[in-house]
């Protein structure tokens, strides 16, 4: 989905702000969270893109004014409540209030299943283009790659499909590549000199160009 | 520091008391145990962390073979030292030389090879870390203190799919003889993550 997660290229953020000597965790609710969350996505079978994609469908503006593990309590209470394993009313009565993450805008019906694949099509050195592609549902194919031209350099383990897991719950195999994008490919005449991206793909978001 | 969040002596903000709500009913129903959350915590915020990878780049400093293993195979490599586990199941190393400064971000969340860096800072998770370092890398790396020469090569990894990456910096100059352990204090997470050049 083309959801403000996918964040590569977006503008009016302004400079990064670091923060010196800084803890692992800033405050004890951050550490208790990410723990019950890795159990309770444990407990329930939650997949990493199932995990995910409740993050991405967030409120917007609540995703972009919350912390990581905000965005981590929010995800694992939406999965939770939607598996029937607890209740909104429970959350909301216990702390006086618990939004969840938007339903999802696509459900297993609308992906089509797909054969596993693990040979891969592509080696280093091949030229390929980026299908434009648009899906509402959790995808790992970024928004600023799409349609654009780069060159394989790495040809890595076939891994699930994440569309397939997110929404069907299926593990299907398809190629990995990692993919050269020079930075005037992707940003034209703003570009930086002498700076190129690479970008993780799985085979299906990609075409030989 | 298991229940400390329950003795707060400032009355709760909406996001501790959310936190709060959802361990207590999470333990109460018996979906997630007392004692494994706080066995991960104790994990991340005391075994877990940058010191490993540390260990990691020295051994690489010192030893060529390891160095050469390492490019080839980082999980492996990584694992020759006793680091594993959660994403950390395909680590790819790539080196930096004097005309390559590779960088490591996550456009998409903020994936991050937990078994040998710890969990991500918070400037790394944030929106503008991961919108702006695709896009204008150099100017970025100067506003954090890492001005890269214009001749050098800035390669940024996109961790996008199942690859965690770890830069393998520089080797300081003027350390020759230096010890392993003496080195692995010199690593930083930022030169790791790519951020940061050693002096």
């Known amino acids: ?209 | 520091m298991s229940g400390d969040h329950l003795h707060h002596p400032h009355p709760l903000s909406d996001v501790e008391q959310r936190a709060r709500a959802l361990e207590e009913l999470l333990t109460e129903k018996g979906i997630v145990s007392a004692e494994f959350i706080d066995r991960v915590v104790e994990a991340y915020a005391q075994d877990i962390g940058p010191m490993n990878g540390a260990k990691v780049v020295a051994r690489a400093w010192v030893d060529p073979g390891y160095k050469e293993r390492l490019l080839a195979d980082g999980t492996a490599a990584i694992a020759e030292l006793g680091f594993g586990g959660p994403e950390g199941g395909h680590v790819v190393a790539v080196e930096n030389t004097p005309q390559i400064q590779n960088v490591v971000v996550c456009t998409l969340c903020s994936c991050y090879p937990w078994p040998v860096l710890g969990l991500p800072p918070t400037w790394y998770k944030s929106p503008s870390y991961r919108s702006r370092m695709v896009s204008e890398p150099r100017a970025v790396l100067a506003e954090m203190g890492c001005s890269v020469p214009d001749d050098v090569e800035i390669r940024v990894w996109d961790s996008s799919a199942e690859v965690r990456y770890l830069v393998l910096p520089e080797r300081p100059a003027s350390t020759d003889g230096v010890s392993e352990e003496q080195l692995s204090a010199m690593v930083t997470r930022d030169a790791m993550i790519g951020v940061a050049r050693p002096e």
């Not at chain 1, 159990?39 to 994609?53: Q, Y």
């Not at chain 1, 309590?73 to 409540?81: D, Q």
């Not at chain 1, 607890?86 to 959350?91: F, M, Y």
């Open chain 1, 1 to 209: 989905m083309d959801g403000v997660h996918d964040l590569g290229g977006m503008e009016g953020f302004g400079a990064v702000d670091v923060e010196s000597a800084e803890p692992v965790f800033r405050h004890a609710w951050e550490a208790r969270t990410f723990a019950v969350s890795a159990g309770a996505l444990g407990a329930g079978g939650f997949s990493t893109p199932m995990f995910r994609h409740a993050i991405e469908r967030m409120e917007p503006g609540h995703y972009l004014t919350s912390s990581y593990y905000e965005h981590w309590l929010t995800a694992v209470a939406t999965l939770l409540v939607e598996a029937g394993m607890i209740s909104h009313r429970e959350l909301d009565d216990r702390a006086g209030g618990f939004p969840l993450s938007h339903p999802a805008a696509v459900g297993a019906e609308d992906v089509d299943a797909a054969v596993p694949n693990d040979t891969p099509r592509f080696e280093v050195g091949d030229a390929v283009r980026v299908r434009d592609v648009q899906f509402a549902g959790h995808t790992r194919c970024p928004r600023y790659v799409r349609g654009r031209r780069g060159i394989v350099v790495r040809v890595d383990p076939a891994a699930p499909i994440p569309e397939l897991e997110a929404h069907r719950g299926e593990r299907v195999l398809d190629p990995n590549y990692s993919v050269r994008f020079d930075a005037a490919e992707l940003w034209s005449d703003v570009s930086e000199a002498n700076a190129c991206v690479h970008v993780d793909l799985y085979e299906r978001y990609l075409e030989p160009d």
